[in-house]
């Protein structure tokens, strides 16, 4: 069973501009929920999406957003991007948010985003 | 969310000694997780915990759910160079829905 996969892996972007992330879950995963990870923050959650709609939403600001699609693929897009936005952000999936195995986490690659 | 204590926060180690790491929650986790992240890569999922008490295995690595349900252990034993990562700890409380991560460990193995 492949994994879950995310696109792009690197990204250089300018202040001011916007970003769209991809993540594709594991086959038979609906929940996809998605972290930005920083040196000084370490791990911290976005959001989650469970048939395409957002369930959970972590302190971040409107400028973050998400969206999932009836094939549980999901999208972040991220707008007037600051220099703090330059992180790793990663897309878990699961198989449903629920209690135990269920909602065991598997995480993409991540896309490695650098705001200048 | 929660931020779970995780300790030590290094470890610089010898090739072929046992390591361990713990991680503590001021609240009751049903589900802890451990992760092994490589530079640049996702977190890759080690072991899975869902019951306090719980000892699981997974070749040299050992974990253990606490029976307080607010602590987690990771063994490794006869650690190799391969073994080189950060390690996070990882649960859900009974209250939340986002995973809690835990600052990690990062480990060193010389040869």
């Known amino acids: 069973k492949a994994g879950v996969t995310q696109t792009p892996r690197y990204l250089i972007k300018t202040r001011g501009q916007q970003v769209t992330l991809s993540c594709s879950p594991i086959s038979g995963h609906r929940s996809v929920s998605w972290y930005q990870q920083t040196p000084g923050q370490g791990l911290q959650f976005l959001f989650e999406?469970?048939?395409?709609?957002?369930?959970n939403k972590g302190n971040f600001p409107g400028r973050f957003s998400g969206r999932q699609f009836s094939n549980s693929r999901s999208e972040m897009n991220v707008s007037t991007l600051e220099l703090g936005d330059s992180a790793l952000y990663l897309c878990?999936?699961?198989?449903?948010?629920?209690?135990?195995?269920?909602?065991?986490?598997?995480f993409g690659p991540g896309t490695r985003l650098l705001v200048l | 969310g929660q931020q779970l204590n995780q300790s030590p926060q290094s470890m610089f180690i010898q090739e072929g000694e046992d390591v361990s790491m713990n991680c503590t929650s001021s609240s009751i986790f049903n589900t802890w997780l451990w992760y092994k992240q490589d530079p640049g890569e996702g977190p890759v999922l080690l072991i899975a915990l869902y019951k306090a008490g719980e000892l699981t295995s997974n070749g040299r690595l050992t974990a253990q759910f606490g029976i307080t349900r607010k602590d987690s252990f990771l063994n490794i034993s006869a650690s190799i160079p391969s073994d080189v990562g950060i390690y996070f700890c990882a649960g859900f409380s009974n209250s939340g829905y986002a995973l809690n991560f835990g600052k990690g460990t990062s480990l060193l193995v010389t040869p």
């Open positions: 999406y469970f048939s395409e709609t957002q369930r």
């Open positions: 878990a999936s699961s198989l449903a948010q629920g209690s135990g195995k269920k909602e065991t986490q598997y």
